[in-house]
């Protein structure tokens, strides 16, 4: 497929796991694409822009950069996340601000940096990265799901915003994905090989989503062949949100 020729998009985090797999995709298809990272070490043809989601000015210059070097901009990937353990007395103030401030108001940076450049796009598009910890309870992640109802929200929100301008918002919701982030999570369990099997099990698809899968949800959702979705919020989880199954015999 060749719908993104002619674009130029920006994946945040897209230097490893969900945020890297989405970059290659989007540039297979035709983008020319910048991948904003803490570490963006990616290879040719993606090009990496040093951006601490974190950090205002930085993304200022990220944004300024990619428009500077390609002389446009027309899809934003919001999938910079990091992730927080424990029920809602494990984490300082400090913590939650930290969380909050890179997961959710690290994509209203982008956007707002983004925005004047959206606006002059023929196929203007806004994927945020949520989660299903945004709209199933899992235990023991209360910031990382607060984080996420939040983008849940804000997605919603700015799709209103934005739709009557041509900018279309939508969000991906995957369920437990195979990324370093979950490799590093396993890695730390007494058990790894118990755990990535509890996880797997929790998915109706009795696997866990690949990063490939998330990449292939959040193409569909940025592709200027789906200039009439807007507003949504797109699970990739095996069927864990809206599925209810028996058990197995
Ligand atoms: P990952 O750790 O493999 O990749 C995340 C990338 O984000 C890394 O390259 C990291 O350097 C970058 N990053 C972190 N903080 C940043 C910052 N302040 N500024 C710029 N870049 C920063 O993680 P992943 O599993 O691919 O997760 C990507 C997104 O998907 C996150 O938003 C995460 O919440 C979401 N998600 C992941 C899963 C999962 O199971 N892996 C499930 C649902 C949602």
Known sequence: MTDFEGLVAVVTGGASGIGLATANLLSSRGASVAALDLNPDVKDPLVGVRTDVSDDESVQSAIAEVVERFGRLDIVVNNAGIGAQGDVSANSDEEWLRVLNVNVVGMARVARAALPHLRNSPSAAIVNTCSIAAWAGLPQRVLYSASKG????????????????????????PGTADTPWVGRLLDSAPDPAAERAALEARQPHGRLVSADEVAGAIAYLASPLSGSTAGTILAVDGGMYGLRLRPKP
């Open 150 to 173: 939040a983008v849940y929200g804000l997605t919603l929100a700015m799709a209103a915003d934005h739709v009557r301008e041509g900018i279309r918002v939508n969000a991906v919701a």
